[in-house]
């Protein structure tokens, strides 16, 4: 069987992409694929350091066959460095798109696109899916800690607008800046009662929620709690939206962890689907 080689960045749980390739390197091994990860700064020849998910199922990639193997770029990558034959555009946002809608001119014609959402689908290829999460629900629980903080907040991806944000959160509150471990974001959130979010989208959210503190995700301008779920499916319970929504969260927060586990079973079976469909795709 052709190994499957995904350009990646170093590990780092604070950037989404990054966390996306690495679980998508896990879960293909898991599957029984030959599954490796290349580091992206080794392709610009700047590789100091390079670090892996110690939980995952990954391993670095010595040799590559650009004939046989297929090779995963994410969409932020607009040559072809291995010069490979099946080459997979896994598009995690839109950057491959300039400001007039065309794609990156080096893209091979033959390149298979995959789509992380379908937020991100140009309707330029087929609409092929894979959407990918680390729910982390073996470290992120309710440890039974005192709950002695009464709040927690982070600015995350709206820290450049935080001057015009609708604040809501006490002043005293603690906040969860960028980079911040595992293992202090699972005491903070054991040991805060509730936790204020300005970012629609950081997977803190559900997080927070997982460890049994109440997560409220502050209105953000016209955005919608809907939107906020299609584009988030893990956002769906045990997550408020505004504090008039504090009743609905705090009553299905006790249904968030098996529907975690759910859609952790299914990106299992919709990775399957995916590299079924592409390894048919290359006739390989």
């Known amino acids: 069987m052709s190994k499957i080689i995904i350009t990646a960045p170093s590990y780092n749980p604070s950037i989404g992409g ?3 390739l690495h679980k998508l390197c896990h879960i293909l091994n898991e599957l029984g694929y030959d599954a490796y990860l290349f580091p992206t700064l080794k392709l610009n020849g700047t590789l100091d350091w390079f670090y892996l998910n110690d939980s995952y199922n990954t391993k670095i990639a010595d040799s590559i066959d650009p004939k046989n ?6 969409e932020i990558e607009f040559g072809n460095p291995f010069e490979g034959r099946n080459v ?3 598009i995690l946002n839109t950057h491959h798109l300039s400001e007039e809608g065309a794609t990156a001119p080096t893209w091979g014609e033959n390149d298979y696109w995959l789509y992380f959402h379908s937020l991100f689908y140009d309707k330029i290829k087929d609409p092929n899916f894979l959407h990918i999460i680390d729910t982390k629900l073996d470290t992120y629980k309710d440890y039974g800690l005192d709950r002695s903080i009464e ?4 600015y995350r991806k709206k820290s450049h607008e935080k001057d015009s944000l609708n604040l809501i959160h006490p002043p005293n509150s603690l906040e969860i800046g960028y980079n911040t471990p ?3 974001l699972i005491k903070i959130f054991n040991s805060c009662k509730r936790f204020y979010s300005y970012d629609t989208e950081t997977y803190l959210n559900v997080l927070a929620a997982q460890c049994g503190c109440e997560s409220v995700v502050v209105p953000y301008k016209d955005i919608t709690k809907e939107d906020i779920i299609y584009a988030q499916p893990s956002f769906k319970y045990g997550i408020a939206y505004g504090l008039d929504d504090l009743e609905y969260s705090n009553s299905t927060r006790h249904m968030l962890r098996d529907y975690l586990q759910d859609l952790e079973n299914q990106q299992h079976i919709d990775t399957k689907i995916a590299f079924e469909k592409i390894f048919n795709y290359f006739n390989l």
């Open 151 to 154: 709040s927690c907040f982070t």
């Open 88 to 90: 997979v555009r896994y």
């Open 182 to 184: 595992d293992h202090e």
């Open 18 to 20: 990054a966390i996306v």
């Open 69 to 74: 193997d297929i090779i995963v770029y994410p």
